[in-house]
């Protein structure tokens, strides 16, 4: 076991040497597997970790709000994420976005609402454990339930921003009175007290009972509904943890974006595998890791994560996760796909013919043929 006390140094074996500083120990402790990578780490991989508390935070009245987008990790194209907080009551108020919306509770519970196209609505109650999703261009809100919320918000695009969304409040700022009262019907000093700019995140009272809220359209409620149970849905369980995929197949509203729920035991693995469609985007709940990315061509980097860290793998890259600590490593993996697919290297072997693998990897027949032929994404 490793002396916490110990200041780590760019060291492995006899190779390296100390380094007597200046330098930001507390990181080098955070990260040391860019320290002092493994003899099998060669090459230099782009960026593929930025810690959400790196991140500027956007504090308002009733919550706060920071990201990680394209600008803070780079090589993250495809997805865009944003750790947001509501008080007791408070609002992330009306408004719409360009992308889709994907969201999982991290802790605390909320009122989500929504009316589409058709005028059709949608308002539900969710907690810890529950994701939503908003298709692009359909207008919502969210408001926090008496014990406040803190929730993760993906989205298909990653350079989207949560300071360039469509707000109710702005779109009414910036429009001439006198066309708001004319679309309205109403009387120029109906509108004396309207917000002359965006009011973004605000405080509230606590909505009432679901049931007491709720508004009849005429055109009905969604077809769809847009929140799931995530933590409710049985998980795969494994040797070495449990998942949980939530794609379009079980929640057929999420029609560009999935993810899996991951949880390894100590010592466990998320198994070495690829996705063949897409990059990934994780964000890390709770414990701790390291994840090796083979990037082809003998290129490989090792990085470690804690929670609140957002990691990213791009396109069919080989890569395992592995717990490093005394307590699961939770997980989410996310991509611009409706559907989840990887690839396990196990699988593809197993289902391979056993000769072929034996004589690439110079092993026995034996040992190939000893590989299980079904899929494993987790193991001890």
Same mark, same amino acid.
């Given at each position: ?51 959400? &508390? @790196? ?18 990790? *780079? ?31 991290? &802790? ?26 908003? *298709? ?93 149970? @995530?933590?409710?849905?049985? *998980? ?60 082809? &061509? ?35 993996? @996310? ?13 593809? @072997? ?31």
């Amino acid at each position: 076991m490793s002396n916490p006390e110990r200041i780590p140094q760019p060291e492995r074996g006899l190779k390296g040497g100390p380094d007597v500083g200046p330098r930001n120990v507390a990181l080098d402790r955070q990260n040391p597997d860019l320290l002092a990578p493994p003899s099998t780490d060669r090459g230099t991989l782009p960026n593929l970790k930025f810690s959400m &508390s @790196m991140a500027h935070t956007r504090i308002e009245d009733g919550g706060w709000t920071r990201e990680v987008t394209q600008r803070e990790l *780079p090589i993250a194209s495809e997805l865009a994420g944003v750790d947001m907080a509501l008080d007791p009551g408070a609002y992330r108020e009306l408004h719409w976005h360009k992308q889709s919306e994907w969201a999982y509770v991290l &802790s605390g519970s909320c009122r989500i609402g929504a009316v589409d196209q058709e005028g059709r609505n949608f308002l539900e109650d969710v907690e810890k454990g529950d994701l939503w999703f908003f *298709p692009r261009g359909v207008p919502h809100h969210i408001q926090a339930l008496d014990e406040g919320v803190e929730f993760l918000l993906v989205f298909d695009d990653g350079q989207f921003s949560e300071n360039a969304t469509f707000m109710m409040s702005d779109f009414f700022a910036h429009t001439p009175r006198s066309v708001i009262a004319k679309n309205f019907g109403w009387t120029p000093e109906q509108l004396d007290r309207l917000p002359e700019r965006e009011k973004y995140i605000f405080s509230g009272q606590v909505p009432p009972p679901l049931e007491r809220d709720q508004v009849v359209s005429p055109t009905g409620d969604v077809p769809r509904t847009f929140k799931h149970r @995530m933590l409710a849905q049985e *998980p795969e369980y494994f040797n070495g943890g449990k998942a949980r995929v939530v794609d379009s197949t079980n929640f057929s509203a999420a029609d560009s974006i999935c993810a899996a729920l991951v949880e390894i035991d100590p010592g466990g693995l998320r198994e070495l595998h690829w996705h063949p469609t897409d990059d990934e985007w994780q964000y890390y709940i709770s414990g701790q890791g390291r994840m090796g990315v083979f990037a082809s &061509s003998g290129e490989n980097g090792t990085f470690n994560y804690q929670a609140g860290d957002v990691g990213y793998v791009p396109f069919a890259y080989g890569h395992y996760v592995e717990n490093t600590g005394n307590e699961p490593l939770v997980f989410l993996e @996310m991509f611009r796909n409706p559907k989840f697919e990887d690839i396990s290297l196990s699988q593809w @072997m197993a289902n391979t013919p056993p000769q072929v693998s034996a004589d690439t990897l110079n092993l026995p027949r034996n040992v190939v043929e000893s590989i299980p032929k079904t899929k494993a994404r987790i193991t001890a």
